[in-house]
């Protein structure tokens, strides 16, 4: 009993301190001590609350010399809600520690901790974590497969969200409200490492949030100006990707280049192929359409299959000319097949 009550006065001095300047001074490792203490508190919840006389015996412990309201014994089943929410609003806490609170606590949760109801301290602090990630500047990574910590703590952070929808708004309801651009590199970073974790490649495994790909590609799919943004806005080596794992985006991806393709008119003074001057009309420069396509054909046998076959169809359609400046589609299928441009041939 005696060792019982040292180690409550412990957790009091623990939330002391989670609210003082002295967490400046906390590294990954102290988090995670401090976390473990809190889970440990959680456990012992549940194994004395049918005894009377030791909770009792806590619940006068929990209230010495306390200011403020005073705990008590139910508050110690969530111990790591009081203790992450209180870490969160100290400013002092350093961004690794910041950091590691977030992966460890607010987006892995111990799996014998209580599924959280809508207005649970566990999550209201990751709903304020994921507002204040999600919110950050439209600047994005060079590559979204890099997967850097923040991308990657975004991306979790909205699967989350996601799969909760306490409000019952659906994934397109959350979807919409969230700030653009930046929630297209979000998604990217969803959609790969839910594909690596899938395909049993090395990464965290998110299986156990379920599978977040079908709501999410339904909603891009389901609006052409909104994948339009999301393939622009990507590199063609990561649109490439996706749709190398994705076969529904793979189509949708051929179709959206073959409508950028059919916009672009061939320059005979300059010889080249260049936009429409109408600027309201969605385009893309003749560079960019050949870069993409060569992602497409440095993919997978099968993405690489079914680009070839796209373009010697339009090809045939064109008139299945040989000669340059005739057909968008027969240009850069020379240019695919020889990797002689367009310049150099004529």
């Known amino acids: ?72 014994f139910g508050h110690l089943e969530r111990c790591p809600e009081l203790l992450s929410l209180a870490l969160l609003r100290n400013r002092a806490l350093p961004p690794a520690a910041c950091h590691r609170l977030l992966l460890n606590l607010l987006l892995l949760p111990p799996s014998a901790q209580a599924t959280p109801g809508p207005g649970s301290l566990s999550l209201l602090a990751r709903r304020k974590a994921a507002a204040r990630l999600l919110q950050q500047p439209d600047a994005a990574p060079v590559h979204p497969e890099a997967l850097g910590p923040q991308l990657r703590t975004e991306a979790q952070l909205l699967l ?28 990217a970073a969803l959609l790969l490492e839910q594909a690596g974790a899938t395909s049993g490649e090395e990464g965290p495994s998110w299986g156990h949030h379920g599978e977040p790909a079908g709501p999410v590609l339904l909603w891009l799919l389901g609006d052409p100006g909104r994948l339009s943004t999301f393939c622009r806005l990507l590199p063609g080596s990561s649109v490439a990707a996706l749709a190398a794992r994705y076969p529904q985006l793979s189509t949708a991806y051929l179709q959206l280049l073959t409508h950028w393709g059919s916009r672009l008119c061939y320059d005979p003074l300059r010889g080249h192929w260049a936009t429409s001057s109408y600027s309201g009309e969605d385009q893309l420069p003749w560079q960019e359409l050949r870069e993409r396509f060569s992602c497409i054909l440095r993919g997978p046998a099968p993405l690489q299959e079914a680009a070839l076959a796209t373009l010697k169809k339009l090809k045939t359609q064109d008139g299945d ?26």
């Open 321 to 346: 000319f040989e000669v340059c400046g005739l057909s968008v589609w027969t240009d850069l299928l020379l240019e695919m097949e020889t990797g002689t441009s367009l310049k150099e041939r004529t």
């Open 160 to 187: 989350c969200r996601l799969q909760e929808d306490e409000d019952g708004q659906g994934p397109e309801g959350v979807l919409e409200q969230l700030p653009k651009p930046r929630l297209y590199w979000v998604l």
């Open 1 to 72: 009993m005696e060792t019982l009550l040292w180690q409550v006065d412990q957790l009091l001095g623990l939330l002391a301190v989670s609210r003082s300047g002295q967490v400046r001074d906390w590294d990954p490792p102290t988090l995670d001590r401090a976390l473990q203490w809190g889970r440990y508190f959680q456990h012992l919840h549940g194994r004395f609350r049918a005894e009377p006389r030791l909770r009792a015996a806590l619940r006068q412990r929990l209230r010495r010399g306390q200011q403020g309201p005073p705990l008590g």
